[in-house]
């Protein structure tokens, strides 16, 4: 194939929603046939290899789908050379018996074939550190006894270095016109003795790949393979057929999931690198992140693709934006909303959660709970999904009733330039579109007295206040906005000030955080508002926000608030960097949870989703592409499950990033509340959302009504709305 034709197939699969360009090629065809030769010639290659290389090269940067490359029995050098252009390699060890290279059994004549050769190639990739595959090719004359050594071997090479990201038990099958198309093929009780025998071998941790479109008995052998401790069907396309194995078709992936459902598992699509290669927090397990294990320019096209346990989105949304479907030949959405591939209607079963699921809802309800709990709701899929959904609503329900909230407020965002380096803000960094970003820019006071002035007449009760680190402000500044808030509309309640600007004015001014905070509320500060929390991990903000405050001293701030008399919300930034996922939102939660069981202060909390299309460290290639839809609804569902019990009762969805249509669907979620009508928002309009302008009170109850609850006008403290302030809104 020319490059363009290899693009051509490519591009098939990213409109199809693959993710992954599997290159296959053979040992080397260059040294025996002169028609590879004369095709490499023309192709302006000195080997296949470079040829491969060249395709990866090209698939990469014009399709975004990652490259897999099985090329044979490899040098260093190339390895190399393919480690730069691919998220993964393979090679199959096939076989370590030295009797099938003899004559006429399978491997009689290849040298390619031997099995210290294959396992040097494989114990090399280790050593460069390549995300690797192999395994086993069986039924081709060997022994049960050869198979366990065959496992044995690979994971000793795997004891070694780690490499091995899946195991695949091939069966093998007689092809007409080879020598071998008389040979019988292996049976169902072979494949699945040395699936079993790869398990115990492996451990529980190894994936374990059987290729479903070679199974005997299709349905029942699946189901056998699966009880015999697979757990991974291989790469099954929607474009090609496998050039392997032409006469055996990939099943429909609805039959597979169906099949999985029956066996109390989720079918979810992968990348071809696994999610250990690229995990970067500190579970176990955590062999180094994709720094580590992939090219950076590779690693950048990784994440595009990545959920965040690194596992395949399966879908085109991202928050921020509405997604366009009839601009593709087809919706990339492989997974439902719950991120499991769909039955198809396939199952007729009772839809329940997972024992571990299910127990780790009731311990988080019965306040009885551990991290792991919290982090096993948060990673839900398929019908444990709709069980942690479910509980949150129903919570919901008990604690909120139909009753769905917002508030009539305006923002100002009294500057966006900003002396920090938060490789995530768009507002105030980075080479954003000007009618994103827009030019540097500090309002004076007389235009926070009108814009404040102007929020009261439209019937606003709320103004809320943030801005960047501006390099000459000082304590001075911040008790000036609130003051000229209050010219504009004395009776207004001025919500204001992130933790890190009462930081960094009480540090201006030389006062304890708490002395500052008096001080403001004096001038009129009525509340804070959580932000500047993105996550409270640590290991995450020395990525996202080097130079801000820490996770303790953000909860410092916080508490000091509470002390004083200062309610706050409370939010969490999700979905962007290698070490953000599911165990640092546990931890985010638990921080959370523990400082409002010690002082009662938060008012609500508001997951905000990371919006990636302008955002610095998207554009260089260091973030995902905010979090999935089912990890944003997740978030709220779990976020009421922990915090509602010790009284955070109220659970926002953001439409600034969701979008109103989104947005409503967190209502059966367990949200409560839609935010405010805002007016004006320009911080996730800097990070490239389409979303952020006023929405009227109208067109918000609207929104609430049509999900069918009641919609009702608040306070920024959760009281009805003054009954002269609401008809006035609009």
Same mark, same amino acid.
């Given at each position: 194939?020319?490059?363009?034709?290899?693009?051509?197939?490519?591009?098939?699969?990213?409109?199809?929603?693959?993710?992954?360009?599997?290159?296959?090629?053979?040992?080397?065809?260059?040294?025996?046939?002169?028609?590879?030769?004369?095709?490499?010639?023309?192709?302006?290659?000195?080997?296949?290899?470079?040829?491969?290389?060249?395709?990866?090269?090209?698939?990469?940067?014009?399709?975004?789908?990652?490259?897999?490359?099985?090329?044979?029995?490899?040098?260093?050098?190339? &390895?190399? $050379? #393919? +480690?730069? %252009?691919? =998220?993964?390699? @393979?090679?199959?060890? /096939?076989?370590?018996?030295?009797?099938? !290279?003899?004559?006429?059994?399978?491997?009689?004549?290849?040298?390619?074939?031997?099995?210290?050769?294959?396992?040097?190639?494989?114990?090399?990739?280790?050593?460069?550190?390549?995300?690797?595959?192999?395994?086993?090719?069986?039924?081709?004359?060997?022994?049960?006894?050869?198979?366990?050594?065959? &496992?044995? $071997? #690979? +994971?000793? %090479?795997? =004891?070694?270095? @780690?490499?091995?990201? /899946?195991?695949?038990?091939?069966?093998? !099958?007689?092809?007409?016109?080879?020598?071998?198309?008389?040979?019988?093929?292996?049976?169902?009780?072979?494949?699945?003795?040395?699936?079993?025998?790869?398990?115990?071998?492996?451990?529980?941790?190894?994936?374990?790949?059987?290729?479903?479109?070679?199974?005997?008995?299709?349905?029942?052998?699946?189901?056998?393979? #699966? +009880?015999?401790?697979?757990?991974?069907? @291989?790469?099954?396309?929607?474009?090609?057929?496998?050039?392997?194995?032409?006469?055996?078709?990939?099943?429909?992936?609805?039959?597979?999931?169906?099949?999985?459902?029956?066996?109390?598992?989720?079918?979810?699509?992968?990348?071809?690198?696994?999610?250990?290669?690229?995990?970067?927090?500190?579970?176990?397990?955590?062999?180094?992140?994709?720094?580590?294990?992939?090219?950076?320019?590779?690693?950048?096209?990784?994440?595009?693709?990545?959920?965040?346990?690194?596992?395949?989105?399966?879908?085109?949304?991202?928050?921020?934006?509405?997604?366009?479907?009839?601009?593709?030949?087809?919706?990339?959405?492989?997974?439902?909303?719950?991120?499991?591939?769909?039955?198809?209607?396939?199952?007729?079963?009772?839809?329940?959660?997972?024992?571990?699921?299910?127990?780790?809802?009731?311990?988080?309800?019965?306040?009885?709970?551990?991290?792991?709990?919290?982090?096993?709701?948060?990673?839900?899929?398929?019908?444990?999904?709709?069980?942690?959904?479910?509980?949150?609503?129903?919570?919901?329900?008990?604690?909120?009733?139909?009753?769905?909230?917002?508030?009539?407020?305006?923002?100002?965002?009294?500057?966006?330039?900003?002396?920090?380096?938060?490789?995530?803000?768009?507002?105030?960094?980075?080479?954003?579109?000007?009618?994103?970003?827009?030019?540097?820019?500090?309002?004076?006071?007389?235009?926070?007295?009108?814009?404040?002035?102007?929020?009261?007449?439209?019937?606003?009760?709320?103004?809320?206040?943030?801005?960047?680190?501006?390099?000459?402000?000082?304590?001075?500044?911040?008790?000036?906005?609130?003051?000229?808030?209050?010219?504009?509309?004395?009776?207004?309640?001025?919500?204001?000030?992130?933790?890190?600007?009462?930081?960094?004015?009480?540090?201006?001014?030389?006062?304890?955080?708490?002395?500052?905070?008096?001080?403001?509320?004096?001038?009129?500060?009525?509340?804070?508002?959580?932000?500047?929390?993105?996550?409270?991990?640590?290991?995450?903000?020395?990525?996202?926000?080097?130079?801000?405050?820490?996770?303790?001293?953000?909860?410092?701030?916080?508490?000091?608030?509470?002390?004083?008399?200062?309610?706050?919300?409370?939010?969490?930034?999700?979905?962007?960097?290698?070490?953000?996922?599911?165990?640092?939102?546990?931890?985010?939660?638990?921080?959370?949870?523990?400082?409002?069981?010690?002082?009662?202060?938060?008012?609500?909390?508001?997951?905000?989703?990371?919006?990636?299309?302008?955002?610095?460290?998207?554009?260089?290639?260091?973030?995902?592409?905010?979090?999935?839809?089912?990890?944003?609804?997740?978030?709220?569902?779990?976020?009421?499950?922990?915090?509602?019990?010790?009284?955070?009762?109220?659970?926002?969805?953001?439409?600034?990033?969701?979008?109103?249509?989104?947005?409503?669907?967190?209502?059966?979620?367990?949200?409560?509340?839609?935010?405010?009508?805002?007016?004006?928002?320009?911080?996730?309009?800097?990070?490239?959302?389409?979303?952020?302008?006023?929405?009227?009170?109208?067109?918000?109850?609207?929104?609430?009504?049509?999900?069918?609850?009641?919609?009702?006008?608040?306070?920024?403290?959760?009281?009805?709305?003054?009954?002269?302030?609401?008809?006035?809104?609009?």
């Amino acid at each position: 194939m020319t490059i363009d034709e290899v693009l051509e197939v490519a591009r098939a699969g990213a409109r199809a929603g693959a993710t992954e360009c599997l290159l296959t090629f053979g040992d080397r065809p260059e040294a025996t046939r002169e028609a590879a030769r004369e095709a490499l010639r023309e192709l302006g290659c000195a080997s296949t290899v470079e040829y491969a290389v060249r395709a990866c090269e090209a698939v990469l940067r014009e399709t975004g789908l990652l490259p897999h490359v099985n090329a044979g029995v490899l040098t260093r050098e190339e &390895l190399r $050379a #393919l +480690r730069r %252009v691919s =998220a993964s390699q @393979g090679l199959m060890l /096939e076989t370590t018996s030295e009797r099938l !290279l003899e004559p006429g059994e399978a491997h009689a004549g290849c040298e390619t074939k031997r099995p210290k050769t294959r396992l040097r190639c494989i114990e090399i990739a280790g050593e460069e550190r390549i995300p690797f595959t192999s395994g086993l090719l069986i039924g081709i004359g060997e022994t049960r006894e050869e198979r366990v050594d065959a &496992l044995l $071997a #690979l +994971r000793d %090479v795997h =004891a070694r270095h @780690g490499h091995l990201q /899946e195991l695949i038990i091939q069966n093998f !099958l007689a092809k007409p016109g080879t020598p071998m198309e008389n040979h019988p093929n292996p049976s169902l009780e072979e494949l699945t003795w040395t699936v079993s025998a790869a398990r115990e071998i492996f451990g529980a941790d190894m994936v374990i790949q059987a290729p479903p479109n070679l199974t005997p008995g299709q349905e029942e052998g699946w189901r056998a393979l #699966l +009880r015999a401790g697979a757990n991974d069907w @291989g790469g099954i396309s929607p474009v090609t057929p496998d050039h392997v194995n032409a006469e055996a078709p990939w099943p429909h992936i609805e039959n597979l999931a169906a099949v999985c459902a029956e066996e109390g598992m989720a079918l979810v699509p992968r990348l071809c690198v696994h999610p250990k290669f690229l995990r970067m927090d500190d579970s176990e397990g955590n062999l180094g992140g994709a720094e580590v294990w992939l090219d950076a320019n590779v690693a950048s096209y990784v994440r595009k693709l990545a959920d965040g346990e690194f596992l395949a989105r399966g879908t085109a949304w991202s928050p921020g934006r509405p997604v366009d479907l009839t601009s593709i030949d087809r919706s990339l959405d492989i997974v439902g909303v719950n991120g499991a591939v769909p039955c198809g209607g396939k199952v007729e079963r009772e839809r329940r959660s997972s024992p571990a699921v299910s127990r780790a809802i009731a311990n988080i309800c019965e306040k009885s709970y551990d991290l792991d709990d919290i982090v096993m709701c948060l990673q839900a899929r398929g019908d444990d999904f709709d069980a942690v959904c479910k509980a949150a609503d129903d919570l919901r329900k008990e604690q909120c009733g139909e009753i769905v909230s917002f508030v009539s407020n305006r923002n100002i965002n009294y500057t966006n330039i900003c002396t920090l380096a938060c490789t995530f803000c768009s507002f105030s960094k980075g080479k954003a579109a000007e009618e994103l970003r827009g030019s540097p820019y500090l309002l004076d006071l007389d235009e926070v007295s009108r814009r404040t002035a102007e929020a009261w007449s439209k019937g606003a009760t709320e103004v809320c206040m943030q801005g960047g680190i501006h390099p000459s402000f000082t304590g001075e500044d911040y008790l000036a906005f609130i003051k000229a808030a209050k010219v504009g509309a004395p009776d207004i309640h001025v919500h204001a000030f992130s933790p890190l600007e009462v930081s960094h004015g009480a540090r201006t001014l030389g006062m304890s955080v708490r002395d500052y905070l008096r001080t403001l509320k004096d001038a009129g500060l009525g509340s804070l508002p959580g932000t500047a929390a993105e996550i409270l991990d640590d290991e995450v903000r020395k990525i996202l926000c080097p130079d801000k405050l820490n996770s303790s001293e953000w909860l410092e701030v916080v508490e000091d608030a509470h002390a004083v008399g200062v309610p706050t919300t409370s939010t969490i930034m999700f979905g962007h960097v290698d070490t953000d996922g599911p165990l640092a939102w546990a931890r985010h939660l638990a921080a959370i949870r523990d400082l409002h069981m010690k002082t009662g202060g938060f008012s609500e909390f508001v997951p905000l989703p990371f919006v990636h299309f302008e955002a610095p460290t998207y554009r260089v290639g260091a973030s995902r592409k905010g979090p999935t839809l089912r990890e944003c609804i997740l978030m709220h569902a779990v976020a009421r499950l922990v915090l509602g019990p010790i009284g955070i009762t109220n659970i926002q969805a953001s439409w600034v990033k969701m979008g109103p249509e989104f947005a409503a669907h967190l209502l059966h979620a367990g949200c409560n509340d839609m935010g405010g009508t805002l007016m004006n928002e320009s911080i996730t309009r800097a990070a490239g959302a389409q979303f952020g302008q006023e929405i009227a009170a109208a067109a918000m109850r609207r929104i609430i009504e049509n999900a069918g609850r009641i919609s009702r006008q608040r306070t920024t403290l959760y009281a009805d709305a003054p009954s002269d302030r609401v008809p006035i809104s609009r």
